[in-house]
């Protein structure tokens, strides 16, 4: 490489017109990969996957533990209407609320947690 001495042309990046194609381009690109993601996720529609929807948390000893009965209460860590947090394979990715489908209980997601922050 260090033979050549040809000079490479590349387009001035301060050119509204080379940059407004190089925004389709890229645009154009990514709906392709969702498009092509979209129909490669077909392969995974059948893994299951582990949701857990965690109402509240709160740590107690092993002896207060052995102590619990029919009818005991404890005390989580959230208030009534507070968000649930929702887990899939042990990672955070929603929030949502607590919601009664005819005669049982479901979690509507009304947050997407972006990266999965634990």
Request: hydrophobic share 45%.
């Amino acid at each position: 490489m260090a033979d050549q001495d040809e000079e490479v042309a590349l387009p001035d990046l301060a050119d509204a017109e080379v940059a407004s194609s190089l925004d389709e381009t890229e645009v154009a690109q990514e709906e392709e990969d969702v498009a092509r993601t979209a129909q490669d996720l077909e392969a995974v529609f059948d893994v299951p996957v582990n949701v857990s929807a965690v109402l509240g948390k709160t740590h107690i000893e092993v002896s207060n533990l052995l102590k619990l009965g029919r009818g005991a209460i404890v005390e989580l860590d959230r208030k009534v209407g507070e968000a649930i947090d929702i887990y899939v394979n042990e990672r955070l990715v929603a929030r949502g609320e607590v919601v009664v489908v005819d005669d049982r209980l479901g979690v509507t997601m009304t947050e997407i947690v972006k990266g999965g922050l634990v």
